[in-house]
């Protein structure tokens, strides 16, 4: 069955929300289709003991402040999941779940987008599904040959399912530092931790209200042909949440070099130091999950679409949200995706015209 709307939103994560948030406010007929069966987006397979670097206030999508937690000022993706469903059912958004988009296609005027569910045709598509599905593994020297468990950031959930391993961490970035923070003061493992660089650390009294506003002046900086700020990244790599600075203060952060190869019961360097470990957790990021627009041919040699604000230059129906800096200063934000979405829903109003 083929269905008809103005604009099918891709994913239906906190970008998602945001998109179709400002396309109902535009009166725009929309859809947001999302493969997973309940709300919350990529949040819903956090670790345990995450934590945002924000306040609530502060980490909210347009429209609705999240809600405090008393006794947490920051909050758990527990409570963020909570505030996602509730913005959903709040703003009566047209997301259809258990929805897993295939394909999306040129069909003469319209976009035609294939799931396992059906067809849809529109005269606008936004694709909004973030990195969190497509996990980055390294290529790794005898990867192969390790006999110990090897997880990801997204299979991460809580250390007592490493009780009596010895854990390396890979990773220097904030979800290596909070993981590597979880496992180190679990007292039934021993942890390494592994990072490409000496772990830099923002400093303790800057949050995410801090990081918004300074993404926000290197975007105001670009746009008007001054200096490259630099950033967030001009700070640091590593957000002092209250656990990572805890296991930090303690002394049990300390990191050792990335590895050159992976052996049978470990890793081993080039100077022919070893250490044996039982599980490896990688904390080495994503990639973004395009897959659905291979058909389109958008994406450039190194897997990139080119894009003028978040709108594909390749094909201009064809918006792009969430991503981070690629498409928005922050765009991967709860906080930071709420202006790129505005601007998109603005662009597809004005087109559709």
């Not at 493992?189 to 209200?209: E, K």
């Not at 201009?316 to 969430?322: D, N, S, T």
Request: glycine fraction near 12%; charge should be positive; aromatic fraction near 8%.
């Amino acid at each position: 069955m083929t269905e008809r709307t103005d604009v099918v939103v891709v994913g239906g994560g906190q970008a998602g929300l945001a998109a179709g948030y400002h396309l109902r406010r535009r009166k725009l007929d929309c859809v947001v289709l999302d493969a997973c069966s309940t709300p919350g987006g990529a949040w819903q397979q956090a670790w345990d003991s995450l934590r945002l670097f924000s306040p609530a206030a502060y980490s909210s999508l347009p429209g609705r402040l999240m809600p405090p937690r008393p006794g947490a000022t920051y909050p758990d993706a527990e409570h963020v999941v909570e505030y996602l469903a509730d913005y959903e059912k709040r703003y009566a958004l047209p997301v259809r779940r258990g929805t897993r988009v295939h394909a999306v296609r040129r069909d003469g005027p319209r976009l035609r987008t294939e799931t396992d569910t059906g067809t849809w045709q529109s005269r606008a598509v936004i694709s909004a599904t973030g990195t969190w599905w497509r996990p980055f593994l390294p290529a790794v020297p005898g990867a192969a040959a390790f006999r110990g468990r090897q997880v990801h950031t997204v299979d991460y959930r809580r250390p007592e399912e490493f009780d009596g391993h010895r854990v390396l961490v890979v990773g220097g970035g904030n979800s290596g530092a909070q993981i590597a923070a979880d496992l180190a003061v679990h007292e039934g493992v021993t942890l390494t931790w592994g990072t490409r660089r000496a772990p830099r650390y923002l400093p303790d009294d800057i949050d995410g209200r801090v990081l918004f506003d300074v993404a926000t002046a290197r975007r105001r900086a670009l746009e008007t042909g001054e200096a490259d700020t630099g950033g967030v990244a001009s700070l640091g790599d590593i957000v002092a949440v209250p656990p990572v600075r805890e296991a930090r203060d303690r002394g049990l952060l300390g990191a050792r070099p990335m590895f050159d190869r992976l052996t049978e019961d470990g890793v081993a360097w080039q100077d022919g130091t070893r250490l044996a470990v039982d599980a490896i957790v990688w904390c080495t990021g994503f990639r973004p999950a395009l897959a659905h627009l291979a058909p389109l041919g958008v994406r450039g040699p190194r897997g990139r679409i080119a894009t003028d604000g978040t709108r594909s230059l390749a094909e201009p129906r064809l918006h792009l949200l969430g991503y981070g800096d690629w498409t928005g200063p922050a765009s991967a934000t709860l906080i930071g995706v709420g202006r790129p979405a505005r601007e998109t829903a603005a662009e597809i109003a004005a087109r559709l015209r």
